[in-house]
C-alpha cells in the first residue's frame, strides 16, 4: 500500500461505506442542500486576493458557507445564527477507535492548542466523550490532556455505547425546537462506527463519521459545510483566523504522549476488578436460582414467544400459499431501518404499548435497552421513522398498506390483523438487504410478525444468517431481475412452491396474482446455502433445532 495516498476522510450523510476526502465534504453538503459550491473557484479567490504578506486573514475572509438557510438563535441569552449545515451533536466515541491511542492523544493535543488560542465550542454543539475503557481515561489523566477535553465541552459521559447506537440523549429544546420547526438539516460528527438514518439522533438528517482528531476541529467550527484544509476553524479573541494546521499535532508529538503515558499497569488495575460493577449493581437485590424468575410487570425482560407450541418433531416446511407483501423496500435497506436501536417515538405502537403499561416518555429509554422485551421489539420492527416503504411512496416511516383494503396501517398493526387473518407475510426488497449492525433483533422481529420469506436482490451475510437462524427463508431473484423489472409493485398475492425437500441453493418458483386476476411467474434462488442452513431452517430456526438435539440426546 502505498502510505502517501492516504488521506484524512470522514464518512456519510448516512452509511458508512459512503467515505468523503476531508476537501470535499464542504461540496458534498452542497449536494445534498441542493446548492451550487465550486472548490476551484474559491481557491482562485484565496490566490487573488492573497497579500504578499500571505495574510491568514485574507484567506479566512474569502470563505463562506455553502448553506444559506440561517435564523437567529436566542439560545442561553445569547443571540447567534443557526441553520443548515450547522453541527448539533460532536460525539468522541466508540468501541473501536477509542481503542487507539493515537488518535486520543492527537484529539488531546488539538484541544490543548485550541484552549491555548483562546477558541470555544460554539454552544448549540453537543459534546461529549465516550471512550470504550477506562484505560482512556487513565493515560489521558496521565498525560495531562483531560482538562483541555473538559475546557471544550467534551466531558467524560460514559464507559460504552453512547452517540453511536443513538444513546445521545435529547438536545437541548430551543436547539430541536429549531431544527424541527424550520425542518433544517444539521449534522452530527462523531468517531462511532455507523451512521444509518435515524439512529444517531432522530432529527439530525446528515451523520458524519470521523476520527476523534476531525471531531475536536468540527466541533470548534460548529459547522460542516466547511473545507478545513482552506478556512478557518476558528477566530482568536485578537480576531485573527486559526487554521488546521495551527492545531494539528506532528507524528512525533504523539508517538512521544503514547511512549510516555500509555502504560501496562492501567490495564491490569482496570480490568482486574471489571466484573466487580459499579455501587448500583452491587447493591441490587437479586435471587439466586437455576431459571429466571420473570416479573409480568416489567417492561424490559419479557418470556419470549419462541417456544410456544413447541415440539420434539418438527412440522415439515410447506408452500408458502396467498402471502402478501408486507413491505416493497429498495436498495441498502440496513438493519437499522428493520430494527432501530435508539429512541422509541412516542406516537409509534412501541410508544403506545409503553405508555398502555404505565411508562412515561421520560421513561421510553431506548430500543437496544429493551431488547429484552419482545412486544417493544417486535412493534419496533420495521419502525424506522426513515424507512421508505413504496406500498406508501413517497411518506417515509413505519407505515404499509393492509389489503385488500388497502388501508394505511402502522407496520406492526397491519403485521397483527394479517396474522389474525392467518395470511402470511413476505417483503420484497432490493440490493444489499439487511446491511450495517449485526442487530439479531432484525431477524427475531422479523420473524415474530409472521413474514416467512424476503425476497431480495442481495443480502448481507450476518443478516442473511440471522434469517436463517429465525426460520425466514431468504431468497433471491435471479441475476439480473428484480421487483421492477417483473412488474412486482407489492398489491399482489404470492405462491412460493418448491419448498418441501429443500437443498442448499435450490430454485424455486413464484406465482404472483394482480388484483386483476393476471399472473407473474419467476423463479428465485433459495439462500440456505449448506446442509446446515436446511436443518435449521426446517426446524424452524437454530434455537428449537438445538433444543431438540439437546432433550433428545
Same mark, same amino acid.
Given at each position: 500500500?502505498?502510505?502517501?495516498?492516504?488521506?484524512?476522510?470522514?464518512?456519510?450523510?448516512?452509511?458508512?461505506?459512503?467515505?468523503?476526502?476531508?476537501?470535499?465534504?464542504?461540496?458534498?453538503?452542497?449536494?445534498?442542500?441542493?446548492c451550487?459550491?465550486?472548490?476551484?473557484?474559491?481557491?482562485?479567490?484565496?490566490?487573488?486576493?492573497?497579500?504578499?504578506?500571505?495574510? /491568514?486573514?485574507?484567506?479566512?475572509?474569502?470563505?463562506?458557507?455553502?448553506?444559506?438557510?440561517h435564523?437567529d438563535?436566542?439560545?442561553?441569552?445569547?443571540?447567534?445564527?443557526?441553520?443548515?449545515?450547522?453541527?448539533?451533536?460532536?460525539?468522541?466515541?466508540?468501541?473501536?477507535?477509542?481503542s487507539?491511542?493515537?488518535?486520543?492523544?492527537?484529539?488531546?493535543?488539538?484541544? /490543548? /492548542?485550541?484552549?491555548?488560542?483562546?477558541l470555544?465550542?460554539?454552544?448549540?454543539?453537543?459534546?461529549?466523550?465516550?471512550?470504550?475503557?477506562?484505560?482512556?481515561?487513565?493515560?489521558?489523566?496521565?498525560?495531562?490532556?483531560?482538562?483541555y477535553?473538559?475546557?471544550?465541552?467534551?466531558?467524560?459521559?460514559?464507559?460504552?455505547?453512547?452517540?453511536?447506537?443513538?444513546?445521545?440523549?435529547?438536545?437541548?429544546p430551543?436547539?430541536?425546537?429549531?431544527?424541527?420547526?424550520?425542518?433544517?438539516?444539521?449534522?452530527?460528527?462523531?468517531?462511532?462506527?455507523?451512521?444509518?438514518?435515524?439512529r444517531?439522533?432522530?432529527?439530525i438528517?446528515?451523520?458524519?463519521?470521523?476520527?476523534?482528531?476531525?471531531?475536536?476541529?468540527?466541533?470548534?467550527?460548529?459547522?460542516?459545510?466547511?473545507?478545513?484544509?482552506?478556512?478557518?476553524?476558528?477566530?482568536?479573541?485578537?480576531?485573527?483566523?486559526v487554521?488546521?494546521?495551527?492545531?494539528?499535532?506532528?507524528?512525533?508529538?504523539?508517538?512521544?504522549?503514547v511512549?510516555r503515558?500509555?502504560?501496562?499497569?492501567? *490495564?491490569?488495575?482496570?480490568?482486574?476488578?471489571?466484573?466487580?460493577g459499579?455501587?448500583?449493581?452491587?447493591?441490587?437485590?437479586?435471587?439466586?436460582?437455576?431459571?429466571?424468575?420473570?416479573?409480568?410487570?416489567?417492561? *424490559?425482560?419479557?418470556n419470549?414467544?419462541?417456544?410456544?407450541?413447541?415440539?420434539?418433531?418438527?412440522?415439515?416446511?410447506?408452500?408458502?400459499?396467498?402471502?402478501?407483501?408486507?413491505?416493497?423496500?429498495?436498495?441498502?435497506?440496513?438493519?437499522?431501518?428493520?430494527?432501530?436501536?435508539?429512541?422509541?417515538p412516542?406516537?409509534?405502537?412501541?410508544?403506545?404499548?409503553?405508555?398502555?403499561?404505565?411508562?412515561?416518555?421520560?421513561?421510553?429509554?431506548?430500543?437496544?435497552?429493551?431488547?429484552?422485551?419482545?412486544?417493544?421489539?417486535?412493534?419496533?420492527?420495521?419502525?424506522?421513522?426513515?424507512?421508505?416503504?413504496?406500498?406508501?411512496?413517497?411518506?417515509?416511516?413505519?407505515?404499509?398498506?393492509?389489503?385488500?383494503?388497502?388501508?394505511?396501517?402502522?407496520?406492526?398493526?397491519?403485521?397483527?390483523?394479517? /396474522?389474525?387473518?392467518?395470511?402470511?407475510?413476505?417483503?420484497?426488497?432490493?440490493?444489499?438487504?439487511?446491511?450495517?449492525?449485526?442487530?439479531?433483533?432484525a431477524?427475531?422481529?422479523?420473524?415474530?410478525?409472521?413474514?416467512?420469506?424476503?425476497?431480495?436482490?442481495?443480502?448481507?451475510?450476518?443478516?442473511?444468517?440471522?434469517?436463517?437462524?429465525?426460520?425466514?427463508?431468504?431468497l433471491?431473484?435471479?441475476?439480473?431481475?428484480?421487483?421492477?423489472?417483473?412488474?412486482?409493485?407489492?398489491?399482489?398475492?404470492?405462491?412460493?412452491?418448491?419448498?418441501?425437500?429443500m437443498?442448499?441453493?435450490?430454485?424455486?418458483?413464484?406465482?404472483?396474482?394482480?388484483?386483476?386476476?393476471?399472473?407473474?411467474?419467476?423463479?428465485?434462488?433459495?439462500?440456505?446455502?449448506?446442509?446446515?442452513?436446511?436443518?435449521?431452517?426446517?426446524?424452524?430456526?437454530?434455537?428449537?433445532?438445538?433444543?431438540?438435539?439437546?432433550?433428545?440426546?
Open positions: 500500500m502505498d502510505l502517501s495516498t492516504v488521506e484524512p476522510c470522514l464518512a456519510g450523510p448516512a452509511r458508512p461505506q459512503d467515505r468523503i476526502l476531508l476537501p470535499r465534504i464542504k461540496k458534498t453538503f452542497a449536494d445534498i442542500l441542493g451550487e459550491y465550486d472548490r476551484d473557484a474559491e481557491i482562485e479567490a484565496i490566490s487573488k486576493f492573497h497579500d504578499e504578506s500571505g495574510s /491568514k486573514t485574507i484567506r479566512a475572509n474569502h470563505c463562506r458557507p455553502i448553506a444559506q438557510r435564523f438563535l436566542e439560545f442561553n441569552g445569547r443571540t447567534m445564527k443557526f441553520g443548515d449545515g450547522n453541527i448539533v451533536i460532536a460525539a468522541i466515541t466508540s468501541c473501536t477507535n477509542t487507539n491511542p493515537s488518535v486520543l492523544m492527537g484529539a488531546g493535543l488539538i484541544a /490543548k /492548542k485550541a484552549v491555548a488560542k483562546g470555544h465550542v460554539p454552544p448549540f454543539v453537543k459534546t461529549s466523550l465516550a471512550p470504550g475503557s477506562k484505560v482512556v481515561l487513565d493515560y489521558l489523566e496521565d498525560a495531562g490532556l483531560i482538562p477535553f473538559d475546557a471544550l465541552g467534551f466531558h467524560t459521559a460514559a464507559f460504552g455505547c453512547t452517540t453511536c447506537i443513538g444513546n445521545s440523549g435529547p438536545l437541548h430551543d436547539i430541536e425546537k429549531a431544527v424541527v420547526e424550520n425542518d433544517l438539516n444539521v449534522a452530527a460528527v462523531l468517531s462511532g462506527n455507523r451512521n444509518f438514518e435515524a444517531i439522533h432522530q432529527n438528517k446528515s451523520n458524519f463519521l470521523a476520527s476523534p482528531m476531525l471531531v475536536i476541529l468540527f466541533a470548534l467550527a460548529g459547522r460542516v459545510d466547511i473545507d478545513l484544509t482552506l478556512e478557518p476553524v476558528g477566530i482568536d479573541p485578537n480576531g485573527q483566523p487554521y488546521l494546521e495551527d492545531l494539528w499535532p506532528s507524528h512525533e508529538q504523539i508517538g512521544e504522549l511512549a503515558h500509555v502504560k501496562e499497569e492501567y *490495564y491490569e488495575k482496570e480490568y482486574a476488578k471489571i466484573f466487580d459499579d455501587r448500583f449493581w452491587r447493591a441490587l437485590d437479586v435471587t439466586e436460582s437455576t431459571t429466571f424468575g420473570w416479573n409480568e410487570a416489567s417492561t *424490559y425482560i419479557k419470549p414467544p419462541y417456544f410456544d407450541g413447541f415440539s420434539l418433531t418438527p412440522e415439515a416446511p410447506t408452500d408458502i400459499d396467498n402471502a402478501k407483501a408486507f413491505l416493497l423496500l429498495g436498495d441498502s435497506v440496513t438493519t437499522d431501518h428493520i430494527s432501530p436501536a435508539g429512541a422509541i412516542e406516537a409509534y405502537p412501541a410508544g403506545a404499548y409503553l405508555i398502555d403499561n404505565g411508562q412515561e416518555k421520560a421513561q421510553f429509554n431506548s430500543y437496544g435497552s429493551r431488547r429484552g422485551n419482545h412486544e417493544v421489539m417486535m412493534r419496533g420492527t420495521f419502525g424506522n421513522i426513515r424507512i421508505k416503504n413504496k406500498l406508501v411512496d413517497p411518506k417515509q416511516g413505519s407505515f404499509t398498506l393492509k389489503f385488500p383494503e388497502k388501508k394505511e396501517l402502522f407496520n406492526y398493526d397491519a403485521a397483527m390483523a394479517y /396474522k389474525q387473518e392467518g395470511t402470511p407475510l413476505i417483503v420484497l426488497g432490493g440490493k444489499e438487504y439487511g446491511t450495517g449492525s449485526s442487530r439479531d433483533w431477524a427475531k422481529g422479523t420473524n415474530l410478525l409472521g413474514i416467512k420469506a424476503v425476497i431480495a436482490q442481495s443480502f448481507e451475510r450476518i443478516h442473511r444468517n440471522n434469517l436463517v437462524g429465525m426460520g425466514v427463508l431468504p433471491v431473484f435471479k441475476e439480473g431481475e428484480n421487483a421492477d423489472s417483473i412488474g412486482l409493485d407489492g398489491s399482489e398475492t404470492f405462491t412460493i412452491s418448491g419448498i418441501e425437500n437443498s442448499p441453493r435450490k430454485t424455486l418458483n413464484v406465482k404472483a396474482v394482480k388484483e386483476d386476476g393476471s399472473e407473474i411467474a419467476f423463479a428465485v434462488i433459495s439462500r440456505l446455502d449448506t446442509d446446515v442452513d436446511v436443518e435449521y431452517f426446517e426446524h424452524g430456526g437454530i434455537l428449537p433445532c438445538v433444543i431438540r438435539k439437546m432433550m433428545t440426546e
